[in-house]
C-alpha cells in the first residue's frame, strides 16, 4: 500500500532521512517498522513567519522498497536508416521535438540558423560592449536557442498537457542535479 503525507522540518533537519521516514510514519499512522521504504516526491521552502521550514511530500510504502524508474534513453531504438522529420531550430523546443522523434523511430534532422554555442558568446560579448548585433547569432539564434544565455530557471505551465516529470528526468540523465526532480523551483544553468 501507498501513502503521501506533508511534513515541515527545520533545514537543519531535512537532510536527515531517519528523520523523514520517522516523521512521516508518524504522520501516516503507520509503526516505523511497517514503512518499508520512502521516497521525496516534492520539497519547498515555507518562508512565512520568523522561522523557514522546509515542506516535504512524502510517499512511504508498506511492500516492496521503490525501484528507480528505467533511464529514458535506454528506452530509445537506432533511427540511423529511419524516415527523416526536418526541426527548424535547435533550442529547447527543437531538442525534446528530437527526442520525441526518436522515441516514435523517426530520424531528426535539425536546422539551426545561427552559431555554435561558443561561437555565440563572441557575438553576445560584441552585442554588450559595442551594440554590434549579428542578426544570425544573437540572444535569439543559435545553439541552444534563447534559453542558452538565461538565468537557469525552469518555468513550466504542469497544468497543460506533457509530462514535465519526463523533460525533468531527461535533463537528470544529461548531468543535471536529481533535486530538480523535487524542488518545487528547479533551478538549472547552460554551463
Not at 528523520?19 to 508518524?26: G, H, S, W
Not at 504522520?27 to 522546509?54: E, F, H, T
Not at 548585433?133 to 538565461?150: I, K, L, Q, R
Request: proline share 4%.
Amino acid at each position: 500500500m501507498l501513502k503521501q503525507v506533508d511534513i515541515r522540518m527545520l533545514p537543519s533537519e531535512a537532510a536527515d532521512l531517519k528523520l523523514i521516514k520517522k516523521k512521516a510514519a508518524k504522520k501516516s499512522k503507520w509503526s516505523l517498522s511497517k514503512v518499508k521504504d520512502i521516497r521525496i516526491l516534492k520539497r519547498s521552502i515555507d518562508a512565512r513567519g520568523n522561522r523557514p521550514y522546509i515542506q516535504l511530500r512524502i510517499e512511504l510504502t508498506n511492500e516492496e522498497p521503490f525501484q528507480a524508474d528505467p533511464a529514458i534513453l535506454s528506452q530509445f531504438q537506432s533511427v540511423e536508416n529511419k524516415k527523416e522529420v526536418i526541426i527548424v531550430g535547435a533550442g529547447p523546443a527543437g531538442y525534446f521535438a528530437a527526442l520525441e522523434l526518436i522515441e516514435i523511430g523517426l530520424r531528426p534532422v535539425i536546422f539551426e540558423r545561427g552559431k555554435k554555442v561558443q561561437a555565440r558568446r563572441r557575438d553576445l560579448r560584441a552585442i554588450q560592449q559595442f551594440g554590434k548585433v549579428d542578426p544570425h547569432s544573437n540572444y535569439c539564434f543559435g545553439e541552444g536557442g534563447a534559453g542558452t544565455y538565461s538565468d537557469g530557471k525552469l518555468y513550466t505551465r504542469s497544468h497543460k498537457k506533457g509530462s514535465i516529470q519526463k523533460a525533468l528526468k531527461l535533463f537528470v540523465e544529461h548531468g543535471a542535479k536529481s533535486d530538480i526532480m523535487i524542488d518545487a523551483h528547479p533551478h538549472i544553468g547552460s554551463n
